[in-house]
Every structure is written in C-alpha cells, then in structure tokens.
C-alpha cells in the first residue's frame, strides 16, 4: 500500500508541476516523503530515507519562510525526522547535525509566526508544536549538545505567560530615549489587555454579536504588533543592551546565552534545575553561575514506573487521601520514593548551592518534588536548599529584571461559609477567620472577614497599592474541565482566575491558603493555566499556593510561623521568602509548630509539603 501511495503521489507530479502549481507540487512532494519514510521503516531503510530526505528537500525549493510559513515549518520538521533516523544508520553526528539545522528552521518559523498570531492560534500552535520541542531537545541530546537542548526545552514551556508578562513593567535600558520607551509601553499595554481578554474567554462559546467584537479585537491586534515591530526595529539600532531588551518584550523563547546570564545574575549559591520528557527519555538540567555549558542527566525512569507505581500512589495517598483511607488502605508514602531515580542523579552537581530553582513540565507540576525522599535516610531537597518553583526560567528571568518590591502595606482576606450555629461551622471558621485575623495582627492591619470579604471590596483594597502581602485565608477550587474557571470563594462568591486576570496588582507576595490553589490545567503544550498563572499575570511577584486540600489548623501554623520569620515588626525583610517557607515547614514537619497526637503525625508529607513558592523568591 505505501508503494501504491508512492505511485500516485508520482502520478500526481505529472500535473502538478512547479511551474503550474508550485503550491500544491510541494505538498505532493511533501507527502511522497512522508510514504518514503514510512516504507523504510519496512525495508531498504536508508534508501528510503534518502528518497524522503531528497524529497522534503524537493518541497522546500516551494514551500519558502514567505510563501507557506507554517507549511515550512511543516516540512523542515518532516526533514528533521528522517535525519534522525538516518543518524541511526550511518554518519550519525553529522546526521543529527542536520536534523538539528532543520528543527531550528521549523522552530524558528513557529516564533515568527507566534507574535502575530492570535491567543487561540497561539495555543493551537503550542499543541500542534508540542512533539517538535520534544524531537528538537532528543536530537540535541543524542549529539551532545546540552546547551541547546536546554535552552529549546525552556522554550517550550509557559510560552503564551511568558510572552504576557514580557509587556508589563520591565525596566528599559538607559541607552533608549524615554519618548520610545514611552511609546512601546503604551502599545505593549494595549496589546497586552487584548490578550488578556482573549485568554479570559479561552474555552467559552461567543455569541454573534461578540464574534463580530473578536474580530473587531482581532485587526486591532495585528494593527498593534505592526506598530511594535516597527518601535521595536529603531530601539534595536541603540546596541546590544537595546536588543537584549527586545527580545524579552518581544516574548523571545530564552537562548543560552540568555540562560547563562540569569544565573550569573543568581549568583554562585544558587541553581537553575529544568525537567524535561522527550517522549524517549526525562532529562534534567542543572546551570549555575560560571559554568560553560550545562549539566544534563538522563533519568533512569520507564513511563509506566512513573505513572502506576508513583504517581498512581500519589494520587491515591494525598490527593484523594480521605477516600484512600475510609477504604481501610495503609499509607505506604510510595510516591516519595521518586526522589532516587528522579532526583539524586543531580546532587553532585549542586554542592555549595543554598537555593534551587525548579522548573517542572508536564506530570512534574503537579509533584511536590521538595518532599521526594533522595536516599534511604529519607533525606529530602528541602533538608538541603531553600527553593522555589517557576513554570518556566524565561518567566524567571523578566520578573528578576523587574525587582522585588521592599516595601509596601498588607491585604488579609478570611472568609468560610460555615455555619456558625454547628460545632463544625464554628470549629472551621475559627480556623479560617482565626488565622486571617493572626496574619492581620502581625502585619499591623485590619483583616477583611465574613460578609466584608466580597469581590468589590477585594478590588478596591488591591487596586492602585503597593503591598508586600495579600494573604487570602477561604476555601479554594480547581476546575479540571475549564481552570480559569477555578477560584477561591468570597461572601459573594468564586473569585476566578479569569477574575483576577483583570487586575492590576502591585505585590510582593500572594498567599492563598486554601485547597487546591497550586494547581493548574493544561491549556496546550506545557502551556498552564490556574489561579497561580492568572495572578502571575495579574503582577504578583511570587505566590505561595497549596498543591491538594490542606488540614486548615496545620496551614495556619505555618503561615503565622512564615511571616514571623519573613518580616520584623516594622515589616523590613528578615531574609528571602524561599529561606523564610524552608524554615518554617522544617519546624512544622519536626513538631516544633504543633505536637504529634493520635491522630497527627507533623512528619507525614501531607501535612507539611502542600506548599509551594513560585516566582522571585527574594
């Protein structure tokens, strides 16, 4: 059948020719190789793959950056697939070499192409382009050259947030006039709040009458970006400084170069530790300031010792703890035991490191992986380093150049909708208003509580302020099926992710000390979306969320012990957050904050690991 395929695809180049349709005469070239590189997986495998090689070049001669972009990319991917197989049978480093060249041809259409492009089209790109990231970062890794495997995988992550928070407040270089900084912040702004309208009704059915409003958005969008590329070309005439400032505006994927300089930026004492699946293999990355070129480890892990023997546990044992246990189940803590095969490969390469940054893909987001146990001693990252999470280090990067915010007042939020006339309901909003009202007492503020905690109020107490904290003690919920649509719950209701993108927030620090909060869907790719990203979008420079329900009295032990340990009296800074959240849940899983009974045990992961910082840690 792929030899009939052959011949009609031959057949079809009889009439469609270069001259008379240049288009369609690529595309049957095109899939002629596709039907060559599927029948050397049957047999005469190089020759095949020489024939598929000749004829997605063939293709190329028409299917050009300016007449099919995507269509390029297309085929260049295609190309890039059959180099790889070819390396596996002769001439291998210059084979992937080639595979490389053509990966970064595709991938670098895909960048020219995601600026224009709209959020919907943005994310379709992100899903059809997942496994091109994947194959990219595996060529790279076969032919040694973890610098830019490295630098591809960071790529792929959290693009369209990224490409977001590039456009907010990003301190320009003095090397440009401030009438064009001036001018780009403008349109950045504008274009900015058209994204961000448009992810909010991500996954929603419009009306007509808003369908002609999108499209409306839509030729406004492209009015806009024609105006930035044009500012963005003069500002790139003042320097190499000016073009470093570019590209982040712009949403560049990050390049090792650009890598190397945020860890030098970092510091000696602190990490950059990247997770990446290629479909073949999980490699993690290690770069620390001075060095050259980046550590990578390849993780000795089968896919379905992932799943069914950890994360099944994990599953099981803390994210749906309550059932686990009602069914009479022992706790076994199995899920820990990824830390050996996943982790510790990396440990030599972190000596004299304080802090380490993680940034996790895919299933990994979901993973407390400061709790995974390194040895049979039960040693953990957390009993090592300070650390924080990012969803991507290009984010990482944009939000150090921003700087941390020193000073600033604080917003304490508590609300429950128990009912106060049971024992239960006045034993849970003891708990809940309970530590909103001690947090409050340490920041020298006035908590909003019960019927006060409403969504107008929480606008106006966040709206044109600089705080150091906005802590929210409620309940919280993730939706699976549309995460924007999670929240937390006020007195007049859920307070969604699509509700805090409309913010303008200017905050050190997000705490939401309720269920769930951590968590995020994919939207496409590794693209996330949750509560975490939207406040992220919204300006807070860190948050510290929950991964799974939390037992609230342990949660507010922890808090109140955080920020003991965060601020002085006068709210200056003791030490950095990450220093600040390792401390304090040490003490908590040690018994220094609550007193193991019957029924608790300090030690046990689900009462001390659910949370996590993300973002600049300072």
């Known amino acids: 059948n792929l030899e009939r395929a052959i011949a009609a695809y031959r057949e079809a180049l009889t009439v469609y020719t ?78 992937l070499e080639r595979a490389i060249a053509a990966y970064q041809e595709a991938l670098g259409m895909i960048d020219r192409f ?43 992550k959290s693009r369209l947030l990224t490409t977001l928070l590039s456009r907010g407040d990003l301190p320009a270089p003095d090397v440009l006039p401030a009438e064009l900084v ?33 499209l409306a958005h839509l030729q406004q969008r492209q009015a806009l ?74 993780v000795s892990l089968a896919p379905d010792e992932l799943r069914y023997v950890y994360l099944a546990n994990y599953a099981d044992e803390v994210l749906n703890r309550r059932r686990h246990l009602q069914a009479g189940r022992p706790l076994t803590h199995r899920w820990r035991g990824l830390g050996r095969p996943l982790l510790s490969p990396v440990l030599p390469y972190l000596e004299g490191v304080t802090h380490l940054v993680i940034a996790p893909e895919s299933l990994f987001h979901l993973l407390p992986l400061h709790a995974l146990e390194l040895n049979g001693e039960g040693e953990t990252l957390l009993d090592r380093y300070a650390l924080s999470y990012i969803p991507a280090l290009g984010l990482l990067e944009r939000q150090w150049r921003r700087g941390p915010i020193a000073q600033g007042e604080a917003v304490v939020v508590g609300y429950t909708p128990a009912d106060p006339t049971t024992q239960q309901g006045q034993v849970e909003r003891q708990l809940f208003l309970g530590e909103a009202q001690s947090v409050a007492a340490q920041m020298g503020v006035k908590a909003l509580l019960d019927q006060e905690a409403t969504a107008e ?54 705490t939401l000390s309720a269920c769930e909060t951590g ?22 420079s860190s948050l510290l969320v929950g991964l799974w329900s939390v037992n609230a009295w342990t949660t507010a032990s922890l808090m109140v012990d955080f920020y003991r340990r ?53």
Not at 484 to 502: C, I, N, P
């Open 566 to 618: 965060l601020w002085d009296k006068g709210g200056h800074k003791k030490t950095d957050k990450a220093t600040a959240l390792r401390q304090a849940t040490l003490a908590l899983r040690n018994g220094e904050l609550l007193s193991p009974t019957e029924h608790f045990d300090p030690s046990d992961p689900y009462y001390w690991a659910p949370f996590i910082l993300i973002g600049d840690w300072r």
């Open 182 to 214: 001036a001018q780009e912040r403008a349109l950045a702004s504008r274009l900015n709040a058209l994204d961000a309208a448009a992810l909010a009704r991500h996954g929603q059915a419009a009306t007509a009458e808003e369908g002609g409003t999108r």
């Open 114 to 156: 995601f600026l224009s492009a709209s959020v919907a089209a943005q994310l379709g790109l992100q899903e059809e382009w997942a496994g091109l990231y994947a194959r990219a970062v595996e060529a790279c890794h076969r032919a040694a050259r973890p610098a830019l495997a490295f630098a591809i995988a960071e790529g792929s």
């Open 225 to 298: 970006v024609d105006q930035l590329r044009a500012v963005w070309q003069k500002m790139e005439s003042y320097g190499s400084q000016a073009s470093d400032y570019v590209a982040l505006r712009r949403g560049d994927r990050p390049s090792w170069e650009g890598l190397v300089r945020l860890a030098e930026a970092l510091g000696p004492q602190t990490a950059l530790l990247s997770l990446f699946t290629t479909g073949e293999r999980i490699l993690l990355f290690v770069l620390r300031a001075g060095w050259e070129r980046p550590q990578s480890v390849e």
């Open 519 to 540: 968590l995020s869907g994919r939207l496409a790719g590794d693209e996330l979306a949750g509560l975490s990203q939207a406040l992220l979008y919204a300006g807070a």
């Open 457 to 510: 109020r929480l606008r106006e107490v966040l709206s044109d302020r600089t705080l150091r904290l906005v802590h929210l003690s409620c309940h919280g919920s993730f939706d699976r099926e549309d995460p924007l649509r999670s929240g937390v719950l006020l007195a007049d209701g859920l307070f969604t992710a699509r509700q805090w993108m409309e913010l303008h927030l200017r905050a050190d620090l997000v």
């Open 18 to 95: 270069p001259e008379a349709a240049p288009l369609e005469y690529a595309a049957t070239q095109n899939n002629l190789g596709n039907a060559y590189s599927d029948l050397a997986a049957v047999r005469d495998r190089e020759a095949n793959l020489e024939r598929a090689i000749a004829a997605y070049r063939e293709a190329l001669r028409f299917r050009t950056p300016e007449a099919a972009p995507l269509e390029y990319a297309a085929t260049q991917n295609n190309l890039g697939n059959a180099y790889v197989r070819l390396a596996e049978v002769r001439d291998r480093e210059a084979n």
